[in-house]
């Protein structure tokens, strides 16, 4: 098992920044790959970005690519996900997976996930 916890959410204004954080505890967490999604009422998850289980490949949902950044802390088990010049459209709950070695873009391949962090965006 893995036990997943996600912070670091809020209000904030557009244009302004938040760090998600994803701390993880449970079976041996360098083994997974970190995936993290969003969600807003009435439509599915979407990814957002992932991390492979080794933090030294990255990917990107389309159009987050250089305003989010993910990074893995291999020694605190730790994922974070800095996001830059928000958008009132980023306002969702954001949550954290993961799933052994190689990251995914589909949430339904992850075996793992946190309760979520509410991210409010305003304009």
């Known amino acids: 098992q893995v036990q997943l916890v996600e912070s670091g959410g809020g209000l904030v204004q557009s244009g302004g920044s938040l760090r998600l954080s994803c701390a993880a505890s449970g079976r041996t967490f360098s083994n997974y790959a970190v995936g993290w999604f969003r969600q807003t009422p009435g439509k599915e998850r979407e990814f957002v970005a992932a991390?492979?289980?080794?933090?030294?490949?990255?990917y990107y949902g389309d159009s987050l690519k250089g305003r989010f950044t993910i990074s893995r802390d291999m020694t605190n088990n730790t994922v974070y996900l800095q996001m830059n010049t928000l958008k009132p459209e980023d306002t969702a709950v954001y949550y954290c997976a993961a799933r052994p070695v190689t990251w995914s873009t589909l949430s339904n391949v992850y075996n793992y996930w946190g309760q979520g962090t509410r991210v409010t965006v305003s304009s």
């Open positions: 991390v492979n289980a080794g933090g030294d490949r990255t």
